[in-house]
């Protein structure tokens, strides 16, 4: 199984609203990534988990909170989102070992209103 | 944070030519490795050259790597329709964290 899932695939919110990601794995990878890609441009790297715990965090606002219940699982909590934060939600997991291949889901597009 | 820069940043071929794309980067690396996007979707690993190479191939695929001038091109052979999407070079930092940095990526349309 070389498939990594995310769901929803879409998601609509207002700003006041709390709302999660959910991403899942199991190639055994104990890395995982979020990252958000705005229209027409690359994926930017937001959060790193290795061996679940939280490793990298590139200055991402308190409002993006991630979770990584277990080596399968990755979660990122939405709260008081901003119109800007409009996106594609890609995750990722690969090997821990420097420079693996990452494998992607397909994303959640997300829409805060 | 993007490290690395493509070239063109869209390019439109006839399905049988080849295309070529041009990524450009900034500090030391680890290995490049590219990526395929289908418009919305997640990406695709495609092929990885580690700085102690300088070509490698995957069937249609060439990948050449520069380290000398920081740069790294893809070249696809014999186009096909199914090949239009996006490109993306990605490179990762000799920093030891394992965190990839993707160019602004090349969109490519084949037309059949």
């Known amino acids: 199984d070389t498939e990594v899932t995310q769901t929803p695939k879409h998601l609509v919110m207002g700003m006041t609203n709390k709302k999660s990601l959910k991403c899942e794995q199991h190639?055994?990878?104990?890395?995982m990534y979020w990252y958000k890609q705005k229209a027409k441009k690359p994926p930017e790297l937001m959060f790193v988990y290795s061996y679940e715990k939280l490793s990298i965090n590139e200055s991402v606002p308190s409002r993006f909170s991630p979770e990584c219940p277990n080596s399968s699982l990755l979660n990122l909590h939405l709260h008081a989102l901003q119109p800007e934060d409009s996106a594609l939600y890609l995750c990722a997991s690969s090997q821990v070992f420097e420079g693996e291949t990452q494998y992607f889901g397909p994303g959640t597009r997300l829409l805060v209103l | 944070s993007q490290q690395g820069e493509e070239d063109p940043q869209a390019l439109s071929i006839q399905e049988g030519e080849n295309a070529t794309m041009n990524c450009s980067y900034k500090?030391?690396?680890?290995?490049l490795q590219w990526y395929r996007q289908n418009s919305g979707r997640g990406l695709v690993h495609l092929i990885l050259i580690r700085s102690n190479e300088r070509e490698k191939h995957s069937g249609r695929l060439r990948v050449t790597l520069d380290t000398s001038k920081k740069s790294s091109s893809l070249l696809i052979t014999a186009s096909r329709a199914a090949d239009t999407a996006s490109y993306f070079c990605?490179?990762?930092?000799?920093?030891?964290?394992?965190?990839?940095?993707f160019g602004t990526g090349t969109r490519l349309t084949v037309i059949p």
């Open positions: 990605a490179t990762l930092n000799q920093t030891g964290a394992n965190n990839l940095f």
């Open positions: 190639m055994g990878h104990r890395a």
């Open positions: 500090t030391s690396i680890n290995n």
